[in-house]
């Protein structure tokens, strides 16, 4: 198995932490392992082995960082990291555009991204 862990960075004027996108993609991963996992998102006061049915969340907030995320699946000899950079604010403007596109016209409901670009 692997141990799993989220990384998100972003600019020193971000107020919240971790990001909902970090949140977001652990709800992702943990839906998908049947809700097994419960999150952690300080291990600084913990003296204790890691669990297995834990995902680590940890936020760094540092000078004019748009949004780093890393998913890492660390095992045995090897990891497999996911990684998504933003360098600017314009992706998330442009993603904006495009559900409010995908929007006009359609019955009120509820709607996610994974809607808007098809998934």
Not at 33 to 42: E, K
Not at 87 to 106: D, H, I, P, T, W
Request: hydrophobic residues 40%; glycine residues 10%.
């Amino acid at each position: 198995g692997f141990d799993m862990e989220i990384v998100e960075k972003h600019h020193n004027l971000k107020a919240d932490a971790p990001s909902g996108t970090a949140l977001a993609l652990a709800e992702s991963v943990n839906e998908e392992l049947g809700n097994a996992y419960t999150y952690v998102y300080d291990r600084s006061a913990r003296r204790e082995k890691r669990p297995e049915k834990e995902i680590g969340i940890s936020a760094v907030r540092g000078g004019t960082i748009v949004g780093d995320h890393d998913v890492i699946f660390a095992g045995a000899d090897e990891v497999i990291t996911f990684s998504h950079r933003a360098y600017s604010k314009a992706v998330f403007g442009k993603g904006a555009v495009q559900a409010a596109k995908f929007l006009a016209g359609k019955p009120a409901g509820k709607y996610d991204m994974g809607d808007v670009i098809a998934l």
